[in-house]
Protein backbone atom coordinates (compact mmCIF):
# COMPACT_ATOMS: atom_id res chain seq x y z
CA UNK A 1 0.00 0.00 0.00
CA UNK A 2 2.64 2.54 0.94
CA UNK A 3 3.94 1.76 -2.89
CA UNK A 4 0.59 2.61 -4.17
CA UNK A 5 0.97 6.03 -1.99
CA UNK A 6 4.03 6.37 -2.70
CA UNK A 7 2.96 5.95 -6.87
CA UNK A 8 0.46 8.28 -6.24
CA UNK A 9 2.21 10.61 -4.74
CA UNK A 10 4.75 10.62 -7.59
CA UNK A 11 1.89 10.90 -9.95
CA UNK A 12 0.38 13.62 -8.37
CA UNK A 13 3.59 15.95 -8.02
CA UNK A 14 4.14 15.05 -11.79
CA UNK A 15 0.58 16.03 -12.66
CA UNK A 16 0.85 19.42 -10.58
CA UNK A 17 4.46 19.92 -11.74
CA UNK A 18 3.42 19.41 -15.74
CA UNK A 19 0.25 21.69 -15.00
CA UNK A 20 1.97 24.89 -13.50
CA UNK A 21 4.85 24.02 -16.07
CA UNK A 22 1.97 24.14 -18.70
CA UNK A 23 0.63 27.37 -16.89
CA UNK A 24 4.27 28.96 -17.13
CA UNK A 25 4.65 27.83 -20.87
CA UNK A 26 1.18 29.31 -21.64
CA UNK A 27 1.86 32.41 -20.68
CA UNK A 28 5.20 32.90 -21.92
CA UNK A 29 3.44 31.76 -25.37
CA UNK A 30 0.47 34.22 -25.23
CA UNK A 31 3.58 37.02 -24.06
CA UNK A 32 5.71 35.84 -26.92
CA UNK A 33 2.44 36.29 -29.34
CA UNK A 34 1.76 39.38 -28.20
CA UNK A 35 5.24 40.87 -28.71
CA UNK A 36 4.79 38.96 -32.50
CA UNK A 37 1.51 40.81 -33.07
CA UNK A 38 3.31 43.95 -31.94
CA UNK A 39 6.16 43.80 -34.07
CA UNK A 40 4.09 42.72 -37.08
CA UNK A 41 2.08 45.68 -36.22
CA UNK A 42 4.69 47.73 -36.24
CA UNK A 43 6.42 46.41 -39.09
CA UNK A 44 3.13 46.69 -40.66
CA UNK A 45 2.91 50.34 -40.51
CA UNK A 46 6.44 51.09 -41.49
CA UNK A 47 5.96 48.93 -44.50
CA UNK A 48 3.29 51.14 -45.44
CA UNK A 49 5.12 54.25 -44.96
CA UNK A 50 7.68 53.36 -46.98
CA UNK A 51 5.74 52.73 -49.33
CA UNK A 52 3.96 55.52 -49.40
CA UNK A 53 7.70 57.61 -49.47
CA UNK A 54 8.36 55.00 -52.30
CA UNK A 55 4.90 56.27 -54.33
CA UNK A 56 5.79 59.90 -53.42
CA UNK A 57 9.73 59.70 -54.69
CA UNK A 58 8.35 57.69 -58.16
CA UNK A 59 5.85 60.59 -58.73
CA UNK A 60 9.01 63.03 -57.89
CA UNK A 61 11.11 61.36 -60.12
CA UNK A 62 8.67 60.94 -62.84
CA UNK A 63 8.08 64.49 -62.26
CA UNK A 64 11.78 65.92 -62.86
CA UNK A 65 12.47 63.57 -65.88
CA UNK A 66 9.06 65.20 -67.52
CA UNK A 67 10.81 68.80 -66.72
CA UNK A 68 14.04 67.23 -67.80
CA UNK A 69 12.51 66.58 -71.09
CA UNK A 70 10.46 69.27 -71.54
CA UNK A 71 13.46 71.61 -70.49
CA UNK A 72 16.11 69.50 -72.95
CA UNK A 73 13.28 70.37 -75.80
CA UNK A 74 12.67 73.95 -74.87
CA UNK A 75 16.57 74.25 -74.72
CA UNK A 76 16.90 72.06 -78.36
CA UNK A 77 14.12 74.72 -79.77
CA UNK A 78 15.95 77.67 -78.36
CA UNK A 79 19.38 76.17 -79.86
CA UNK A 80 17.77 75.56 -83.53
CA UNK A 81 16.27 79.05 -83.49
CA UNK A 82 19.42 80.57 -82.73
CA UNK A 83 20.97 78.24 -85.54
CA UNK A 84 18.94 79.98 -87.84
CA UNK A 85 19.82 83.15 -87.02
CA UNK A 86 23.32 82.38 -87.11
CA UNK A 87 22.40 80.72 -90.79
CA UNK A 88 21.05 83.60 -91.98
CA UNK A 89 23.85 86.00 -90.48
CA UNK A 90 26.63 83.87 -92.14
CA UNK A 91 24.29 83.74 -95.27
CA UNK A 92 24.15 87.25 -95.73
CA UNK A 93 27.60 88.02 -94.62
CA UNK A 94 28.79 85.38 -97.46
CA UNK A 95 26.37 87.32 -99.95
CA UNK A 96 28.51 90.93 -98.55
CA UNK A 97 31.48 89.16 -99.24
CA UNK A 98 30.75 87.60 -102.77
CA UNK A 99 29.74 91.50 -103.59
CA UNK A 100 32.84 92.77 -101.50
CA UNK A 101 35.09 90.14 -104.21
CA UNK A 102 32.83 91.20 -106.90
CA UNK A 103 33.80 95.45 -106.25
CA UNK A 104 37.27 94.40 -105.73
CA UNK A 105 37.68 92.29 -108.78
CA UNK A 106 36.31 95.32 -110.57
CA UNK A 107 38.68 97.96 -108.82
CA UNK A 108 42.24 95.53 -110.01
CA UNK A 109 40.97 95.11 -113.40
CA UNK A 110 40.39 98.98 -113.74
CA UNK A 111 44.03 99.90 -112.00
CA UNK A 112 45.01 97.53 -114.67
CA UNK A 113 43.66 99.45 -117.70
CA UNK A 114 44.66 102.37 -116.28
CA UNK A 115 47.96 101.35 -115.67
CA UNK A 116 48.46 99.88 -119.25
CA UNK A 117 46.62 103.07 -120.26
CA UNK A 118 49.30 105.22 -118.24
CA UNK A 119 51.90 103.35 -120.19
CA UNK A 120 50.86 103.04 -123.74
CA UNK A 121 50.35 107.12 -123.44
CA UNK A 122 53.69 106.72 -121.99
CA UNK A 123 55.16 105.40 -124.63
CA UNK A 124 53.23 107.40 -127.18
CA UNK A 125 54.63 110.65 -125.90
CA UNK A 126 58.18 109.03 -125.30
CA UNK A 127 58.01 108.27 -129.26
CA UNK A 128 57.07 111.16 -129.84
CA UNK A 129 59.69 113.80 -131.46
CA UNK A 130 57.90 117.20 -131.08
CA UNK A 131 57.66 116.77 -127.54
CA UNK A 132 61.04 117.68 -126.41
CA UNK A 133 60.70 120.79 -128.96
CA UNK A 134 57.47 121.81 -126.64
CA UNK A 135 59.16 122.16 -123.77
Do not use: C, W
Request: hydrophobic share 35%.
Amino acid sequence: MELIYFISGILTVGVIYSIVLFKHIKSSHAELLARHQSQSNISSIRNSEFKEKYRDLKLLIGDIQSSMEKDQYESLSEINKRIKELDTVAYENLNKIQQSNQVFNKNVTDAFNEIGQLKTNLKTLAQDPNMLSRY
